[in-house]
């Protein structure tokens, strides 16, 4: 099943706490997710996120 990048579009308060989990959340999958997250709302591709968190491409997706 090929899955396709959808664009994102954070607010700035969305952001905001986003930033705060991934610097100072206690779980660190919360923060990986939100680092994820921050990373593909810069514009970053898939592959991109893939290959700076070092995870597998269908986590991202």
Do not use: F, P, Y
Not at 25 to 45: C, F, N, P, Y
């Amino acid at each position: 099943m090929s899955r396709t990048a959808k664009t994102l579009a954070l607010t700035e308060e969305e952001r905001r706490q986003l930033t705060q989990i991934d610097e100072r959340g206690s779980d660190w999958r919360e923060r990986r997710r939100a680092r994820t997250v921050l990373l593909l709302d810069k514009g970053l591709s898939i592959s991109a996120v893939v290959t700076a968190q070092k995870i597998h491409k269908e986590t991202v997706a």
